[in-house]
């Protein structure tokens, strides 16, 4: 780390090396999996082999009796002993105003597993090694039930129920807007475009699967569950509600995180069952899942299938907008599931263009699958992804030119603050701005002499554009951050938002840096434990935004409170204190006392502050991202050569941070475009891409040259004090449609408009070359 001392230097605003990347990269990181307590045991899950089963008896005698085997817990003992169902989708209702309908989901499957991979079994050893031969001994009988695994069979009728509340395996649906409002310009619109529109299942694919290790104190008769979560104090709060425990007494830790991407929100099955297992051992549990278990059993995202249609008048302008969605939420559905679609993907759908007439009728469907949650955006990229498709169809079949039509139908500045038709609020925003700087950025005008010279080499170029905005805060707006200047010449920042790779404690450093003054060194970020205080986490974009605001409040209100103790130690007023890098001086007079001195001389050794900080709604990000990629006719192969991108994310605070953060995101949304794909069997219902053998992850070498991705910070937020929007979901969002847009015009420039509307995700070689190839 640099010695440099110079309190500006890592300042907001600078490209400060990540603080978190010195021990990562030597391999001195700590995650779930390097911590081993003494007397420490293993847990293996014996898993549902079936989609859909009653469960009969379950013959553990074998397992038990096997050599290091501690216990082994089926669903039917945790049922008994009083362990809790997870709660459903509270607050979500079915069509006929009845409670949204979901079986009970179980930390162990009783009576009934529902998908493959659920847990039934929980199988506790010595070793590993114990815990796995046990597993394989527990003899279960399966009942074999009728199955359905995608939208189509699952809402067809006949078909066999997840649940005898969910008829027609209907858990909950919403309708927004007016369906007569909406039928009526569509009556006197002079274009109708209109597109069926699937978003395909995904897996998160964190480099650290799920891990989980709990340990039961005797001694003070509490729990410690150290994890790999973005959601401590979630966890501590579910872990609790599910086994009938006092909040205090379970804490939550989290180290080193892996990689969330939204698929570590929130309690998992699983880690109950782990903290239940050490509660009742008496000893250390540890569960790291593996690879196949993260395929079937974590929670996957996306998997939506909408008819779009889009009214628009003579002149380009849009008259309406009707989306009818069916979201496969899997075998359970779980408020983070049913909410991403029915709720928070419509809040964004008309994007960043003036439409105030809507028909959205949005059904969240039962299938026996694993369940599906946050995955990086949520919600957000579908509703994104539709808009932008239906934005370049309607450029097409009008005639009119796909940046035209956008700028008829953008939200004007002057119309901020600009309360959308799902009565969301933009407070700022200027997108016509941001799209002059995108097409000027990746040379738009210059793309006809590029697309020749790829014709040259028997390749058909295409350009897609993105342009939107998306929600980031998770509507939970108060951060508390605790501050502590010590003795020692430290100041300790506790913050409640969660690290998982994106460099927040960097970030937060730099906030406090320009707060105290002081050399980046001395300040030391604590994240990740629910002793030390309680938070929403890190979901949704929101760690900076509302983290940020409130380690800047926290911050001065820590040095306010030391001028006082200042004052006293110069007997001086208060005001002719001056604070500055560090060090208190009285105006006019030699007076002069360290913070860090002054800290030594209080009773505690420490000057601390407690704060709590509200940002006033959320952040609406936006941004223009352009992409350029070339097909080769013969295979079908997608190369992209070239992505740039203008966002507007408001404040800046760290820029490498946020340039990485776009970059990932965009290969994220590259990966979903072009490769990734969560299949299950339709006959069998059994997964069909369950390793890394069978699923198409992005590589490294995905894009045929560097990103560019550039900031407007010309409008900042309006509803935080530091002027900052989320950023971590953004590449994301952008991504997937500019890279399907460029391939719907790579065909279109070639002859095949009138198969772009077909094009579906995946864009694998052998889906697009059959759809060019088709007679």
């Known amino acids: ?217 005797r001694a003070t008769d509490r729990i410690t569950v150290r994890m790999s979560t973005q959601m401590p104090s979630g966890v501590r709060d579910s872990v609790c509600a599910a086994i009938g425990l006092a909040k205090d007494k379970v804490r939550v830790v989290v180290g080193d995180v892996g990689g969330g991407f939204g698929m570590k929100t929130g309690a998992y099955p699983e880690d109950i069952a782990v903290a239940y297992a050490a509660l009742h051992v008496k000893r250390p549990v540890k569960w790291v899942a593996d690879r196949s278990e993260e395929f079937v059993s974590s929670a996957h995202g996306r998997d939506i299938e909408a008819k779009a249609e889009l009214a628009l008048a003579a002149n380009g302008k849009i008259l309406g907008l009707r989306i009818h969605t069916l979201a496969n939420v899997g075998a359970y559905a779980t408020g983070t599931g049913v909410a991403i679609q029915l709720l928070i993907g419509p809040w964004v759908q008309t994007s960043v263009y003036d439409i105030q007439t809507i028909d959205f009728h949005f059904k969240a469907v039962l299938t026996n699958t694993a369940p599906t949650g946050a995955y990086r955006g949520a919600g957000r990229p579908e509703a994104i992804y539709t808009m932008e498709r239906l934005m370049d169809e309607a450029a097409r079949q009008t005639g009119i030119d796909r940046i035209e039509i956008r700028r008829r139908n953008f939200i004007r500045p002057e119309q901020m603050p600009y309360t959308n038709p799902m009565s969301q609020t933009y407070d700022t925003g200027q997108f016509e701005k941001v799209m002059d700087q995108g097409l000027a950025l990746a040379d738009w005008d210059g793309f006809e002499s590029r697309a020749a010279a790829s014709a040259k080499q028997g390749k058909h170029r295409g350009l897609g554009i993105a342009t939107f905005l998306e929600w980031t805060g998770g509507n939970v707006f108060e951060e508390r951050v605790t501050v502590s200047v010590l003795a020692d010449g430290v100041i300790e920042v506790f913050s409640a938002v969660n690290a998982m790779g994106q460099g927040i404690a960097t970030s937060l450093a730099q906030l406090a840096v320009d707060a105290f003054g002081v050399p980046i060194e001395k300040v030391r970020i604590v994240l990740g434990d629910t002793d030390r205080g309680d938070g929403f986490g890190s979901a949704g974009s929101r760690s900076l935004f509302t983290g940020g605001p409130a380690v800047r409040v926290g911050s001065e209100k820590t040095i306010d409170k030391a001028r006082q103790l200042a004052a006293k130690e110069f007997e001086a007023a208060a005001d002719d204190v001056t604070y500055a890098n560090g060090v208190f001086t009285v105006a006019g007079t030699d007076l002069k006392l360290d913070i860090f001195a002054l800290a030594a001389k209080q009773p505690e050794h420490e000057i601390f502050v407690e704060s709590t900080t ?148 995946p864009l694998s070689a052998d889906r697009l070359w059959a759809l060019m190839n088709e007679a």
């Open 614 to 761: 509200t940002a006033a709604g959320p952040s609406w990000p936006n941004g223009c991202h352009i992409c350029e990629i070339e097909i080769d006719p013969p295979t079908g192969e997608v190369a992209v050569v070239a992505y740039s991108s203008v966002n507007d994310v408001g404040r800046v605070v760290n820029p490498m941070i946020v340039r990485g953060q776009l970059e990932g995101g965009a290969v994220q949304g590259i990966g979903q475009a072009l490769y990734e794909r969560v299949v299950y069997d339709v006959e069998t219902g059994q997964p069909v891409t369950g390793s890394l053998m069978d699923y198409a992850a992005p590589r490294a070498d995905i894009i045929g040259a560097m990103f560019t991705m550039e900031m407007d910070e010309s409008t900042p937020c309006k509803n935080n004090l530091l002027g900052v929007k989320g950023v971590g979901e953004l590449g994301t969002i952008g991504a997937t449609p500019a890279i399907v847009n460029a391939v719907a015009d790579a065909l279109a420039r070639n002859g095949l408009a009138a198969r772009a509307p077909r094009l579906d995700m």
């Open 1 to 217: 780390m640099s010695t440099e001392t110079t309190p500006t230097r890592f300042g907001s605003g600078q490209a400060v090396r990540r603080l978190e990347d010195d021990a990562l990269l030597a391999g001195a990181g700590r995650y779930t999996d390097d911590v081993s307590l003494p007397g420490q045991s293993h847990l293996v899950f014996v898993r549902s082999p079936y989609p859909h089963a009653r469960i009969g008896a379950i013959d553990t005698a074998a397992a038990s009796a096997m050599p290091g085997v501690l216990r082994v817990f089926t669903g039917a003992e945790l049922a008994e002993a009083g362990v809790q169902p997870m709660p459903g989708a509270a607050g979500f209702k079915r069509a006929d105003g009845s409670p949204c309908a979901t079986p009970p989901r179980r930390v162990l499957a009783h009576e009934r597993a529902r998908f493959v991979g659920e847990p039934v079994v929980a199988v506790v050893a010595e070793t590993i090694e114990q815990a796995r031969d046990a597993a394989e001994a527990v003899r279960i009988d399966y009942d074999d039930l009728p199955m359905v695994v995608d939208l189509a069979g699952a809402t067809a009728d006949g078909a066999p129920l997840l649940c005898d509340e969910a008829t027609g395996n209907i858990a909950a649906e919403m309708r927004h807007g007016s369906a007569e409002a909406t039928a009526a310009a569509f009556a006197t619109a002079k274009h109708v475009v209109a597109l069926d529109i699937v978003n395909q299942r995904l897996v998160a694919l964190t480099i650290e699967p799920r891990s989980v290790l709990a340990d039961y104190d």
